[in-house]
Structure formats: C-alpha cells, structure tokens
C-alpha cells in the first residue's frame, strides 16, 4: 500500500491563475496558493488592486504577477493564459473564482440582466477553461476549481439569476471532468456556504441572521477554511477526485 506523500499539498513548481482574486474570497486564494508555493497570476478588473496583493505575496517570499482583465472578453482571456505562460512557462491550475449576483424577481429579469450574469458565472469559466486547457494538459497534472455555491442545494426568491448560473457551471464541471480526464486534467468545484469574505460580507444583518439559523455550526466560514479545500483540489493530495463538489458550509446542506 503506497502511502500519503508529505509534500502532497507542496505546489511548488506549480503555475495557478486565480480569477476574481481582487475580492475578498480570491484575495484569500491567491495568497493561501502562493503560501503552498504557487506561481500566482492574480486577475482582476483594477490593475492597481492586482498589483497590491502581487507586492504582498513577494514580500512574503511568495512568486506573482497581475494581470488586470475582463475576463468576459475573448481578447483579455486568451491574454491572461499567454501571459501566464509567458512569465511562468506553464499553467498548471486554474482557479475560476469570479462571479457576480444580481437579485431579482422571476419574472422581472430581462435579458441584458440575465446575460449579465451568465455571462461572468458561466460562460467565461467555460472559455477560460478552454483557453486554458492546451496547457493544463501538457504535464497530465492540471487542476481546475470551479467556485459554485450551496445554493445549488436550495432555493431563494430574488436568486433565480445567480442559483441558475451557479447550477450550469455545475454541469459544466461535472462534464469537463469526464471528457479531459484521460488528458491528466482533473475539474472539480467547491461550493462555500455563508461566509466572512466576499458576496458573505456584503449581505445584511438579518440575512446573515438565517444563514446562520440554518448553519449547524452556527458561524460564518473563514476564507483561509476555502483556501484549504482549493490548496486540496489543487494539489497532489487530490490526485484521484475529479468531477466531485467540496461543500464548505458548516453543514448547512445537512439540514
């Protein structure tokens, strides 16, 4: 019986882009992927954010550059994988964190709206997936985190948009880990709960309030409890899993 390596969490040598890292939740990310000693190509829409958190890592000890895109156009997604290979040779883990939520009535939703939504959540995960995977494959190691969300378990009015969008970049995850398995390249997703970071921190006192009724550990999730499931997925020590969700939510599905 071979036995747990204890470098399995080790990504040195490891090349990880990290969309939406700007936020409070890809900040988190980032950071935790270079502390495992990841190459970190930190994306986000402000340049000078980016920048910050890149002199943060070095200061550190830590490898990243920034690089500010729109990763809803085609253009900005392939710059983002060339510029990753570029200054770091490969691309060896893609972190798909960005997302946006818009609540809004069923039958209020227009089509820009909509759009809008699917448009950040789905589809340009997909296509960076796609950009992104001539050079995840190349070493047979490549690793793919989706961000999705517990409300795939449940549902909330006003939250058809951002459940929706969440859902098919569920499906799109469960699929890609069965076409591009054979290729070395494992897709798995992980789906925080209420949490002190990110859309969690934003979210009002008496919302807060019912994620935490329905939470049996009765708090809100650190982003550093995210961080380990991503270091996880990213790493060797997941050298088996693909296709499956991590829930990170204090067991609110569980009710």
């Given at each position: 019986?071979?036995?747990?390596?204890?470098?399995?969490?080790?990504?040195?040598?490891?090349?990880?882009?990290?969309?939406?890292?700007?936020?409070?939740?890809?900040?988190?990310?980032?950071?935790g992927?270079?502390?495992?000693?990841?190459?970190?190509?930190?994306?986000?829409?402000?340049?000078?954010?980016?920048?910050?958190?890149?002199?943060?890592i070095?200061?550190?000890?830590?490898?990243?550059?920034?690089?500010?895109?729109?990763?809803?156009?085609?253009e900005?997604?392939?710059?983002?994988?060339?510029?990753?290979?570029?200054?770091?040779?490969?691309?060896?883990?893609?972190?798909?964190?960005?997302?946006?939520?818009r609540?809004?009535?069923?039958?209020?939703?227009?089509?820009?709206?909509?759009?809008?939504?699917?448009?950040?959540?789905?589809?340009?995960?997909?296509?960076?997936?796609?950009?992104?995977?001539?050079?995840?494959?190349?070493?047979g190691?490549?690793?793919?985190?989706?961000?999705?969300?517990?409300?795939?378990?449940?549902?909330?009015?006003?939250?058809?948009?951002?459940?929706?969008?969440?859902?098919?970049?569920?499906?799109?995850?469960?699929?890609?880990?069965?076409?591009?398995?054979?290729?070395?390249?494992?897709?798995?997703?992980i789906?925080?709960?209420?949490?002190?970071?990110?859309?969690?921190?934003?979210?009002?006192?008496?919302?807060?309030?019912?994620?935490?009724?329905?939470?049996?550990?009765?708090?809100?999730?650190?982003?550093?409890?995210?961080?380990?499931?991503?270091?996880?997925?990213?790493?060797?020590?997941?050298?088996?899993?693909?296709?499956?969700?991590?829930?990170?939510?204090?067991?609110?599905?569980?009710?």
């Amino acid at each position: 019986m071979s036995k747990p390596s204890p470098q399995a969490f080790n990504l040195a040598g490891r090349v990880a882009v990290v969309t939406g890292a700007t936020g409070g939740l890809g900040n988190s990310v980032a950071r935790g992927l270079a502390d495992h000693g990841a190459s970190v190509v930190i994306v986000g829409r402000s340049i000078t954010q980016c920048r910050q958190i890149q002199r943060e890592i070095e200061q550190s000890g830590g490898r990243a550059i920034a690089v500010a895109a729109d990763i809803t156009s085609p253009e900005d997604r392939r710059h983002i994988v060339a510029t990753s290979v570029a200054a770091f040779g490969s691309l060896d883990i893609l972190i798909n964190n960005a997302g946006v939520a818009r609540r809004s009535p069923a039958s209020e939703i227009t089509e820009e709206l909509y759009d809008q939504v699917h448009d950040v959540n789905t589809k340009s995960a997909f296509f960076l997936c796609q950009d992104a995977y001539p050079h995840l494959r190349r070493h047979g190691r490549g690793s793919i985190v989706n961000i999705v969300s517990i409300g795939l378990w449940n549902s909330g009015v006003g939250s058809l948009l951002y459940r929706s969008s969440k859902a098919a970049m569920q499906a799109t995850t469960m699929v890609l880990a069965k076409e591009w398995a054979s290729a070395g390249v494992r897709v798995n997703s992980i789906a925080p709960g209420a949490m002190e970071v990110g859309m969690g921190a934003a979210i009002s006192f008496e919302h807060t309030q019912q994620h935490l009724d329905r939470t049996p550990m009765r708090r809100l999730g650190r982003g550093d409890e995210v961080v380990s499931a991503v270091v996880y997925l990213a790493s060797d020590s997941s050298s088996f899993t693909t296709g499956s969700t991590l829930r990170v939510d204090g067991g609110a599905i569980s009710i």
